[in-house]
């Protein structure tokens, strides 16, 4: 009864009233639904990155809760920037990183470009060529070792198999030379749909008209791949490698499960690295310092590229 | 001739169908393999060459749920006629059970913390997502930003602080802080998707709904909840889906009462070395329901991995 008066009364009262007091109670309840959210995000994410960031300038361990924690500037920032180590693991990452971009670009792109031919059954095909991506990295990674066995393992046999080499004489994840292909090699099976996905979308993205017009002026089937596929293809192409490259910068489960960050420190890449600093040798200071580095680091980079994304998507 | 001078000929069509099916051969062989192999007896799976034609036992599923004994060379023969099957199975190897293993428990583990975040945060993020998509909220694209820039984070680069933090409340090895910390984790992800399905239920519903008398909240439960159902319940996949795939923080964060399947799976041995079969078969149980959810979401994936910004 109450609820029809004020109905009545809200539809009577002139227009920019009416609005002004929905407004305001759109107002709380916009405040009501967003506080949870960003209250949480503050207290998990932010608060720990503010954490990070302070304990980076400290001496503090976390296994020596009794050590006076003492204020040490950018003392643990200079010895991770001259540490050789580390660069070594950032030369393992950035081998990773650029290898995995590469060979999943150049297959991804392939396979949309077939898949977008439109052959018969091509639907059936993308959902089953996109399972490994969804699948968690550290129980694949887990079972791939068995798969690299030397002699017994399925990848051994088939290399042997089509090669002639004697599938016990090689050791992928044992082999210096071949351990930092290992992890690219199963990296690329896991995330190559990921590129495909993307590039596809770009592909059906580009008008038949586009292509008629070409035809028309009588423009090669290569120059057409040249002047109107790849650059329709190309924003979309970019933002696929955007999120594999921060996904592979911080690349932590499936290489932990595959080597273990070996032969020696071949494949320590830089999440591995820091997470034996932190949690093995528990140097808490330090290791927050290099979260800090790893973290900007990733975040510069993103940005930069961002802003060239753009750039190309607004030509 | 075709007509369309754009359509691709049937020859092109049949050698693209043929390398395609070549690749997804080659894609799928690995998971065909882990299925294989949980049915393999313990020889079968470490034959030289690889069997791809065997005879298919439990050995691998009992061996997964269970921790056994060798059997002292003292005791007596058994008979085997007053066994279970799965008894019977371990005996004939030369074992006895001990106990149950520990595989059921970090299974039960995984769904509890994997569901239990995956509806928090889909409370959380609809409510998020229906205020940014509707309202005028004072920096919006700068909270929204934000929200996304939390996913950027390695998750290593602000475990240690959260390490200390669980530790110094008590929420190391917990249900309530891993759903916690799995629901922050993962709201950055529902708020983008679901605002971006909200943007597309159109807002003259809700204003109809306005003018008949419904309160902004009415409006929003009973009008525009049901049309955002489907995208409720794909965001709602893939929270569920990363969580329960997560290793980095379940690794660091847990050890035994919370700890879930993915830091427990590559630790299962048998009695002598790696049980492979064993190792299989936990795999087989933890990935098929995500194979399962991935074909039934195949429509809205390219949008859930690329955070909604491609929207086919």
Redesign the interface.
């Known amino acids: 009864m109450l609820k029809l008066l004020v109905n009545k009364l809200a539809l009577k009262t002139p227009r920019g009233v009416s609005k002004h007091v929905r407004g305001l109670s759109d107002k709380k309840l916009a405040w009501l639904f967003v506080s949870p959210t960003i209250i949480l995000l503050l207290a998990i994410n932010i608060f720990p990155l503010l954490w990070t960031i302070y304990l980076s300038f400290t001496n503090y361990r976390v296994n020596r809760p009794n050590r006076d924690v003492k204020w040490i500037d950018l003392r643990n920032y200079e010895r991770i920037l001259s540490d050789s180590d580390i660069w070594q693991t950032m030369q393992a990452t950035a081998h990773f990183l650029v290898s995995t971009l590469v060979i999943q670009v150049l297959i991804g792109f392939t396979l949309a470009f077939l898949i977008n031919k439109k052959f018969k059954g091509n639907d059936l095909l993308t959902t089953l060529i996109v399972l490994p991506m969804m699948l968690s990295p550290a129980v694949v990674g887990n079972f791939w070792t068995f798969l690299y066995q030397p002699q017994i393992g399925l990848f051994n046999y088939a290399i042997s198999f089509f090669s002639g080499v004697d599938a016990s004489s090689f050791s992928m994840i044992g082999d210096v030379h071949l351990a930092p292909w290992a992890i690219v090699i199963v990296d690329t099976w896991m995330w190559t749909p990921f590129v495909m996905l993307i590039c596809l979308a770009g592909l059906r993205s580009i008008p038949d008209s586009i292509y008629e017009a070409a035809e028309c002026d009588r423009a090669s089937q290569w120059r057409q791949f040249w002047t109107i596929t790849i650059p329709m293809v190309l924003p979309f192409l970019m933002l696929a490698v955007l999120f594999r490259g921060i996904e592979n910068f911080k690349m932590f489960d499936l290489v932990v499960q595959l080597t273990g960050g070996g032969p020696g420190s071949l494949t320590t890449l830089s999440s591995i690295d820091l997470k034996r600093e932190a949690f093995e040798k528990w140097k808490t200071g330090y290791s927050s310092a290099y979260a800090v580095i790893l973290f900007v680091t990733v975040f510069g980079l993103a940005s930069i590229y961002v802003k060239a994304l753009n750039k190309v998507k607004d030509r | 001739m075709s007509f369309?001078?754009?359509a691709?000929s049937p020859r092109?069509?049949?050698i693209?169908?043929l390398?395609?099916?070549l690749?997804?051969l080659v894609?799928?062989?690995?998971?065909l393999?882990?299925i294989a192999?949980g049915f393999k007896s313990g020889q079968d799976s470490?034959?030289?060459?690889?069997k791809v034609l065997f005879e298919p036992t439990m050995e691998g599923y009992v061996n997964l749920f269970t921790t056994r004994t060798r059997i002292p060379s003292d005791q007596p023969p058994k008979d085997t006629t007053s066994m279970t099957w799965y008894e019977e199975i371990v005996y004939k190897k030369g074992e006895i059970i001990a106990e149950p293993s520990k595989y059921g428990e970090r299974f039960l583990n995984s769904t509890v913390i994997g569901f239990g975040s995956t509806a928090l945060c889909m409370f959380?993020?609809t409510?998020?997502a229906?205020?940014?998509s509707?309202?005028?909220?004072p920096l919006k694209d700068d909270?929204l930003f934000?929200?996304l820039?939390?996913r950027?984070?390695?998750?290593?680069?602000?475990?240690?602080?959260?390490?200390?933090?669980f530790k110094n409340l008590g929420l190391n090895d917990t249900y309530f802080g891993m759903i916690?910390?799995y629901?922050?984790?993962n709201?950055?992800l529902s708020?983008w998707l679901l605002k971006g399905f909200m943007d597309e239920i159109p807002v003259e519903y809700e204003e109809a709904a306005?003018?008949d008398?419904y309160t902004?909240?009415e409006a929003f439960i009973k009008v525009v909840l049901p049309q955002a159902i489907t995208g409720i319940a794909s965001t709602a996949i893939f929270c569920l889906?990363f969580a329960?795939?997560e290793?980095?923080f379940a690794v660091?964060l847990t050890s035994g009462d919370a700890q879930t399947?993915?830091?427990f799976?590559?630790t299962i041995i048998g009695v002598s070395g790696k049980d492979?079969p064993a190792?299989?078969a936990g795999?087989t149980l933890?990935?098929v329901p995500?194979?399962v959810?991935?074909?039934l979401l195949?429509k809205h994936?390219?949008r859930g991995?690329?955070f909604g910004?491609?929207r086919?």
Not at chain 2, 152 to 165: C, D, E, T, W
């Open positions: 369309s001078v754009t691709p092109t069509k049949l693209s169908g390398i395609v099916g690749y997804a894609t799928l062989a690995p998971l393999w882990i192999t470490i034959h030289y060459p690889p959380l993020g409510i998020a229906y205020a940014f509707r309202f005028k909220v909270l934000f929200i820039s939390t950027m984070m390695p998750p290593i680069a602000v475990a240690i602080p959260i390490f200390l933090m916690m910390l629901t922050a984790v709201l950055s708020v306005l003018i008398g902004r909240f889906i329960w795939n290793y980095a660091l399947a993915p830091p799976i590559p492979w190792v299989a795999a933890f990935l995500v194979m959810f991935t074909v195949r994936l390219l991995i690329t910004a491609i086919k």
